[in-house]
């Protein structure tokens, strides 16, 4: 993944980069116009824009990019607080928006959020062992056949695919199904597992449990 950091600080913009740069590529630039030529040039998977940049306003730079039908997100980086100025930056296409000073930790979640978004938008088809899910009609298969899941099995399994053999916590799981039924408890969460593991070991997948700790998806040999 490719980042554009257009941050004039020098002491900030060095920070951000130290910190991304351990897992994307990033370019650091510190004008607008910079900003944009590097643009035109090369491909970015994500934007982090200033708004007070020395030779022109970063609203402009937002203007000039979405103009040219470049879709990439933009996190927006100010210190202006005033509401009309978020408001200009999101109606303009901004994706996110963080007022400084902020915490880095909180930087580095938004950053992975929207590059997620980005993955997602790349291919919308997870796939391990057999079965494929299609991230935009939310529809399993395996050996080309439908899966049959309820609503909750699909979400929980969408969690796990979407981790990629990463560990989930019941309360991560419970998040990925609140849509459906609020009132559902962590306890729930064992039952969708326990059926899902069931309908997904002939088809090269079991759901692993690491006690107190969540599940994570892998393939079986």
Same mark, same amino acid.
């Given at each position: 993944?490719?980042? =554009?950091?257009?941050?004039?600080?020098?002491?900030?913009?060095?920070? =951000?980069?130290? =910190?991304?740069?351990?897992?994307?590529?990033?370019?650091?630039?510190?004008?607008?116009?910079?900003?944009?030529?590097?643009?035109?040039?090369?491909?970015?998977?994500?934007?982090?824009?200033?708004?007070?940049?020395?030779?022109?306003?970063?609203?402009?730079?937002?203007?000039?990019?979405?103009?040219?039908?470049?879709?990439?997100?933009?996190?927006?980086?100010?210190?202006?607080?005033?509401? *009309?100025?978020?408001?200009?930056?999101?109606?303009?296409?901004?994706?996110?928006?963080?007022?400084?000073?902020?915490?880095?930790?909180?930087?580095?979640?938004?950053?992975?959020?929207?590059?997620?978004?980005?993955?997602?938008?790349?291919?919308?088809?997870?796939?391990?062992?057999?079965?494929?899910?299609? =991230?935009?009609?939310?529809?399993?298969?395996?050996?080309?056949?439908?899966?049959?899941?309820?609503?909750?099995?699909?979400?929980?399994?969408?969690?796990?695919?979407?981790?990629?053999?990463?560990?989930?916590?019941?309360?991560?799981?419970?998040?990925?199904?609140?849509?459906?039924? *609020?009132?559902?408890?962590?306890?729930?969460?064992?039952?969708?597992?326990?059926?899902?593991?069931?309908?997904?070991?002939?088809?090269?997948?079991?759901?692993?449990?690491?006690?107190?700790?969540?599940?994570?998806?892998?393939?079986?040999?």
């Amino acid at each position: 993944m490719r980042i =554009l950091l257009i941050e004039d600080n020098l002491h900030l913009g060095a920070g =951000l980069k130290k =910190l991304l740069d351990s897992t994307y590529a990033v370019d650091h630039l510190t004008t607008g116009e910079d900003g944009l030529a590097a643009t035109r040039s090369q491909p970015y998977d994500l934007v982090i824009l200033d708004l007070s940049l020395p030779d022109t306003d970063g609203l402009q730079v937002l203007r000039e990019i979405r103009g040219r039908r470049q879709t990439m997100p933009v996190l927006i980086l100010t210190a202006r607080d005033e509401l *009309d100025d978020r408001i200009a930056g999101l109606d303009l296409g901004a994706d996110d928006y963080m007022t400084k000073p902020f915490e880095f930790s909180e930087l580095e979640a938004r950053v992975r959020a929207l590059l997620r978004r980005v993955s997602m938008e790349k291919t919308s088809l997870l796939q391990m062992g057999q079965v494929v899910f299609d =991230l935009r009609s939310s529809t399993v298969t395996a050996r080309d056949e439908p899966l049959d899941l309820s609503a909750r099995e699909t979400m929980v399994l969408r969690a796990l695919m979407m981790a990629n053999g990463r560990l989930l916590s019941k309360s991560q799981l419970l998040d990925s199904i609140t849509r459906f039924d *609020d009132d559902v408890s962590e306890n729930a969460i064992e039952q969708y597992v326990s059926r899902l593991r069931r309908k997904l070991t002939s088809h090269g997948l079991t759901i692993n449990a690491a006690r107190g700790l969540g599940y994570h998806l892998s393939e079986t040999s």
